[in-house]
Structure formats: structure tokens, C-alpha cells
């Protein structure tokens, strides 16, 4: 497809329904000098902006120069990045589009706002941060061990106790008499049978025990938790003390607290982001944790965790099983506050494929600093994907026949030249142009004439192989490409009699073009009758020992001319182009 022709499509392409209405964010086109050809969607409106505003205009001219700035640095190849816009977010993706040669004529960009997301993933890290430091302290309090002990001596009643423990409870040693009811006294009323079941138990068995209870210290009335471990010294069989050692934990019990109280946070920002927040542990490529108020595509969050290192395979379109591994090898890698992107397939419980947006952040690492689960989110694009799919496919389409369109056809013809030339193989090309179409315009308005050449597209496709191609180039002129030897069964390499048959093949075919024509069409109870006149040229008649280079608009025109001829022998039948000179242009 030539630059000019892909320009010229791409410039129509704001009318386009899809791009008009594009839900959540906006689509644009702009051509090499960032001029937008076209814009779109419903997220323009969010920065203040309508298609009238965009199109026509410069990057420079629409936006302010720090952002047009960043733009500019994405055009020219596939990229995605976020910018600010005021006080929002916005994620860009540009891709190049590019014409039959591979030179790069225009671009295309998707924006959608991000900044909800984006806030969650910071209130996420910022919450991850304060656990990890709350892990820290919890693991300072373990290390520093028992604070005091105490031994309670069975044959005198008495108890006795470090002077650590007289720190702990902020008590004077002279002010201890050392029994165990001003002992037990010190305990909270609602842990006293917490503290009274644990000595019972020290008692009868020489199995340790551990308990948690609070004391209000006599010093200041503040109220502190202890963990204290116990148990029983027995000397031939007979209990003759019980030992124990105590550390305050209070800092231990209210960082517990703290994080009962970040989890809640976290789930609370999870619950709000608008996409399904995911951690993956890259190890086994298993989903760990999954937003529990929300389905990924149909399954619940224990559904999709239950897989396991299953997940891929269960769940991942084929083609996307090893982008998303390299994806995830490559995670492991990331500093802190880097994010990957993968845009892949993920099979839905009713067995259809959808395209999904991931964006994943380091989330816990292992000794070595490997990140070794990652927390991302996933939204559902599937929208999005199909648009620039449409987008691709209308300028390379007929709009009302759906039929690949001139600039199409030129592209595949240049290709089938390519592969004849190097493998000696031929092809034909049929020029059909509708005898009596005028008439139907004429008589019954151009909706019954669009329904005639809707009709008529569809016939010719019905006698053609899938191999071929047929194109509509005109109000109503198509064009077939045949090649015979791409049929199953057929040489690579022709013989002299091989290419008789492959050009009789293809006159049989050309005969089922005008066969199928003739019948009548029927459009809103009216029957029409059309014919089609059918000119066929085969470009070795051309090439044979000649050097120059024959492409694919040389060949149309010698179609063209054969299908005039048919016309001037009186139309509705078929011709074969010989070289010569071509008769006058007859009418349709």
C-alpha cells in the first residue's frame, strides 16, 4: 500500500464510529510532521479537548510544551509511556503505521487516564514499605530475648525474680514480698486465668508452656504486654519449682496491630482500584493473591489462585506463553519503582480470548535482592485492541462490501508478481466491471445499487478459492487475482502443458464470474438483472522475453483494457488480453 493512498484513508478515519466513540481514553493518527489527521474517543473530553480542537493541528499547538515534548520523543516507533497532564495520568501508547514498503507514513496513539490506578499502586508500595519496617521491628523485639525471669520454689511458696523483670513491671524489689497472689495481682483481671491455667499446667507436665498476658506497671500505669515461658522442674518424679522467663512485647503487640490495620488498608486500596490487582510469584508464574471483590474473566480470585504454576498454561493464549515468561524473567530484575508492560491473551470461563493490559512493580525479594513476586494490575482491553484492529482494516477495505480495497489489492498483486517471477509459476488476473449497473441506479436509487454490489461481492467470493483474492477498485469494477498453483495438489514448478491448464483453470473460473453474475438479484422484491464483462491478462504473456519490471498497476491496465474489449464485443462474456492496441473505452 503506497504512503499517499494510506494518508488519504487514514484522513477519513475520524468518522469512524469506532474512533468517534472510543470508550475509555482517546485514539488519534497523526502523519511525520505530528500534524493529527484524526482524533477521537471519549477520553479528550477529560483534558478538555473535542476532535474539532485536535485535528488539523500540531502536537505543539494542542498541548503545552512540556507534554508536546514528551510526545514528540515517542513518535517514529512503538513505545508506551505515562505523562502528566495537570493533575492526571495518562498512558500513552504510540505505534507506527506503515505503508507496502515499510516506510513509516503516519502514527497511531491511544491515551487513557490512569490516575486512579497509578494512586493505588503508590498507596500499595507506601503500605508494603511500612510492613517490611514493621517486620523489622517485630524481629528487633525477638532478638532481644527474655527480659527477666522469675522461679517459683514449691517447698518454701516463694518467688522470686530478675532484676530485669522488676524493670519490666516498674516495681521495687523491696516492695515484692515474693509470693504468688501480689505476683498474679499485677495481671490484668481479664488475663488472670490465662496466667492461673498456664501454672496449672506447669504443674502436671514438664512440657513448656507459653502465654501472652498484660500487666499495668507500678511505676507509671502504663499498660504493657508480656510473654512469658514456663515450665515445670520435677526431681524423681516429685515438682519441686517452677521457672519462666518474661520479655515485654508490648512494641511487638502494637506493630501487630499496625499491620492488621495495613492489610486492611491494602485490601481497602485494592477494593477501590477500577482493574483486578494480582501478586505473581515469578518462581512458578502461580497467581499468589487476587482481588477478591471482582472475577478475571469469569473466575473467582480462589478459582484463578488454585491453578498454580498452572496458570499459564491453563490460561494464556499460545502465542503469548513465552512473551509473558521472558516478561517474568525479566521482573526479576526490576529496582523498586520500575514497571513492565505486556499487553496478552487470557482465556475467559466461556472459553473466549481476551486481551489484557499488565502492568506489573517488584513487591517482595528474596535474600539475594531477586524479586521473586511482583504486584501488577490487569485491566480488560480487548476494546481497545479490536479498534486499532478495525482502524488497520478500514483503510485497507471496501467499506460497504468489506472486500480488501484498490490499495489492497495492489500490495497482494505486487507479491503473487514477486513469487512468479522466482519460481516460474503463473497467475491471472480478471478485471470484472458490471454491464447494466448504471440502470439500477438510475431506476431504484443508490440503496438497491449498494445492495446489487453487496450481492455481487458476495457471489464473486463464493466461486473464488480462499487462495484467491477479489477486490472492489471501483464503483463497480472488481478485481480477481488467481493463482492455480496455489491450489492443493498443484507443481511448484509449470511445465508448458501445466500452464495450459492453469490458464484454462483460470477461464473456468472467469465463466463462473459471469454465470454466477447473470442471475437476477433480488433487492426489496425487485429483481435486477446485471451482467459483467470480464477482461484477463496473465503477466508472462507481458514478461516473455522482455527485461523490464512489471508491476502490479501495469498489469490492472492490461486487465483493463481486455475487459473493455469484452465490453465492445457486446458485453457480458470474457476476453483475453493481447498485446496491441487497446479498443475505445465502451460504457457500462
Known amino acids: 500500500m503506497t504512503g499517499s493512498a494510506m494518508l488519504q484513508e487514514l484522513r477519513t478515519a475520524g468518522s469512524n464510529p469506532v474512533v468517534r466513540q472510543f470508550p475509555e481514553g482517546a485514539i488519534v493518527v497523526f502523519d511525520t510532521d505530528l500534524r493529527y489527521l484524526c482524533a477521537g474517543g471519549h477520553g479528550l473530553a477529560t483534558v478538555g479537548l473535542s476532535p474539532t480542537m485536535v ?38 501508547r504510540i505505534a507506527p503505521l506503515t505503508d507496502g514498503d515499510g516506510v513509516v507514513v ?33 524481629r528487633d523485639a525477638e532478638a532481644v530475648g527474655h527480659a527477666g525471669s522469675w522461679e517459683w520454689d514449691m517447698v518454701t511458696d516463694v518467688i522470686t525474680w530478675s532484676d530485669g523483670l ?104 485494592i477494593a477501590a482500584s477500577p482493574d483486578y490487582t494480582f501478586i505473581t510469584d515469578l518462581r512458578t508464574g502461580a497467581m499468589v493473591f487476587g482481588s477478591r471483590d471482582r472475577d478475571l474473566l469469569g473466575r473467582s480470585a480462589e478459582q484463578t489462585e488454585a491453578l498454580g504454576p498452572a496458570t499459564i498454561d491453563v490460561l494464556v493464549h499460545p502465542d503469548d ?59 480488560d482491553v480487548t476494546d481497545e485492541v479490536e479498534a486499532e484492529e478495525q482502524l488497520s482494516h478500514d483503510a485497507l477495505h471496501d467499506g460497504l462490501t468489506g472486500l480488501p480495497n484498490r490499495a489492497l489489492l495492489l500490495d497482494r498483486l505486487e507479491a503473487a508478481l514477486v513469487r512468479a517471477d522466482r519460481e516460474g509459476r503463473e497467475i491471472a488476473v480478471l478485471f470484472c466491471d458490471l454491464d447494466g449497473f448504471k440502470q439500477v441506479n438510475d431506476t431504484a436509487g443508490h440503496a438497491a445499487g449498494d445492495a446489487v454490489l453487496v450481492e455481487t461481492a458476495a457471489r464473486l467470493s463464493a466461486v473464488l478459492r480462499p487462495e484467491d483474492t477479489v477486490a472492489r477498485v471501483g464503483g463497480d469494477e472488481f478485481v480477481v487475482i488467481v493463482e492455480p498453483w496455489n491450489r492443493t495438489g498443484t507443481a511448484k514448478k509449470a511445465s508448458p502443458l501445466d500452464t495450459r491448464r492453469r490458464r484454462d483453470l483460470a477461464l473456468k473460473v472467469a465463466d463462473r464470474v459471469v454465470t454466477a453474475v447473470r442471475k437476477p438479484i433480488i433487492v426489496q422484491g425487485v429483481a435486477h438483472q446485471i451482467a459483467v464483462s470480464v477482461g484477463v491478462t496473465y503477466p508472462s504473456l507481458v514478461l516473455r522475453g522482455s527485461s523490464r519490471r512489471y508491476h502490479a498497476s501495469d498489469v490492472i491496465k492490461d486487465a483493463d483494457a481486455a475487459m473493455y474489449r469484452a465490453k465492445d464485443k457486446g458485453k457480458d462474456r470474457v476476453e483475453v488480453f493481447s498485446v496491441g492496441p487497446p479498443p475505445a473505452p465502451a460504457t457500462s
Open 55 to 92: 485535528e488539523g493541528r500540531t502536537i505543539d499547538e494542542v498541548f503545552p510544551p512540556a507534554v508536546a515534548s514528551q510526545l514528540r520523543a515517542l513518535a517514529g516507533e512503538e513505545s508506551t509511556t505515562e505523562i502528566d497532564v495537570g493533575h492526571r495520568t495518562f498512558l500513552h
Open 106 to 138: 503516519a502514527g497511531i496513539g491511544f491515551a487513557r487516564d490512569v490516575t486512579a490506578p497509578r494512586q493505588a499502586e503508590r498507596a500499595l508500595r507506601e503500605s508494603e514499605q511500612r510492613l517490611r519496617q514493621e517486620e523489622r521491628r517485630l
Open 166 to 269: 522488676f524493670a519490666v513491671h516498674g516495681l521495687d524489689r523491696t516492695d515484692f514480698v515474693g509470693g504468688y497472689a501480689q505476683a498474679a495481682a499485677r495481671v490484668h483481671p481479664d488475663d488472670r486465668r490465662t496466667v492461673d491455667d498456664a501454672m496449672e499446667s506447669c504443674r502436671r507436665d514438664v512440657v513448656p508452656v507459653r502465654f501472652r498476658y498484660r500487666i499495668a506497671r507500678a511505676n507509671d500505669g502504663h499498660r504493657r504486654w508480656l510473654d512469658s515461658r514456663a515450665r515445670g522442674v520435677f526431681e524423681d518424679g516429685i515438682l519441686v519449682r517452677l521457672v519462666g522467663a518474661v520479655a515485654d512485647v508490648t512494641e511487638q503487640v502494637q506493630a501487630e496491630a499496625e499491620v492488621v490495620e495495613s492489610h486492611a488498608f491494602q485490601k481497602a486500596v
Open 321 to 379: 506463553k513465552a512473551k509473558l515468561r521472558v516478561l517474568n524473567d525479566e521482573a526479576s530484575r526490576l529496582a523498586d519503582g520500575q514497571v513492565l508492560h505486556l499487553r496478552y491473551r487470557l482465556r475467559h470461563a466461556d472459553g473466549q480470548w481476551h486481551w489484557l493490559s499488565r502492568h506489573v512493580v517488584p513487591f517482595r525479594r528474596d535474600e539475594s535482592g531477586s524479586v521473586v513476586e511482583v504486584l501488577g494490575v490487569l485491566r
